[in-house]
């Protein structure tokens, strides 16, 4: 799949509906839920290889999305001597954007597997061990933190 680059990539990760930015609070209160706009689905599919606990982690965001979020920490963190409040706020604002996108990553596969299903489709033992070593990869790394 095509991901937007740079700019647009950045803008996808930023958007922001008429009730004001995306903030920690608002994805522990569930209002991120009613914000999820975007298409579930796109970016979905990065880096799904198989891992045993000797293997490493496949990557939870495609390159272009990693590098956008890396930019908007760094320019975050070079502006906190001069605005440490308004770091604070959008390092908070980019901890929710890519909370928010993760969510729209799982989300994204478990439609597709429920597609898949819908249609009658049987979805393949092998694609259900794969998404289930990913959410059991994804958990594991929020715990260890």
Same mark, same amino acid.
């Given at each position: 799949?095509?991901?937007?680059?740079?700019?647009?990539?950045?803008?996808?990760? +930023?958007?922001?509906?008429?009730?004001?930015?995306?903030? +920690?609070? #608002?994805?522990? +209160?569930? !209002?991120?839920? $009613?914000?999820?706009?975007?298409?579930? &689905?796109? &970016?979905?599919?990065?880096?799904?290889?198989?891992?045993?606990?000797?293997?490493?982690?496949?990557?939870?965001? #495609?390159?272009?999305? =990693?590098? =956008?979020?890396?930019? $908007?920490?760094?320019?975050?963190?070079?502006?906190?001597?001069?605005?440490?409040?308004?770091?604070?706020?959008?390092?908070?604002?980019?901890? /929710? /954007? /890519?909370?928010?996108?993760?969510?729209?990553? *799982?989300?994204?596969? $478990?439609?597709? %597997?429920?597609?898949?299903?819908?249609?009658?489709?049987?979805?393949?033992?092998?694609?259900?061990?794969?998404? %289930?070593?990913?959410? $059991?990869?994804? *958990?594991?790394? %929020?715990?260890? !933190?």
């Amino acid at each position: 799949m095509n991901e937007p680059q740079g700019k647009e990539q950045e803008e996808k990760i +930023t958007e922001e509906d008429s009730s004001g930015r995306l903030t +920690t609070k #608002d994805m522990a +209160t569930g !209002v991120a839920a $009613r914000r999820v706009r975007d298409e579930p &689905g796109e &970016g979905v599919r990065a880096a799904q290889t198989e891992q045993s606990s000797g293997e490493a982690a496949s990557p939870l965001f #495609d390159s272009s999305e =990693t590098e =956008t979020f890396r930019a $908007r920490w760094h320019s975050i963190q070079t502006q906190f001597v001069d605005e440490p409040r308004k770091s604070v706020e959008q390092a908070d604002e980019l901890v /929710a /954007a /890519a909370m928010k996108r993760l969510a729209e990553i *799982f989300a994204g596969e $478990r439609e597709n %597997l429920e597609r898949e299903w819908d249609r009658g489709d049987d979805v393949s033992t092998e694609d259900l061990r794969i998404a %289930l070593q990913r959410y $059991r990869s994804f *958990f594991d790394r %929020l715990l260890s !933190v």
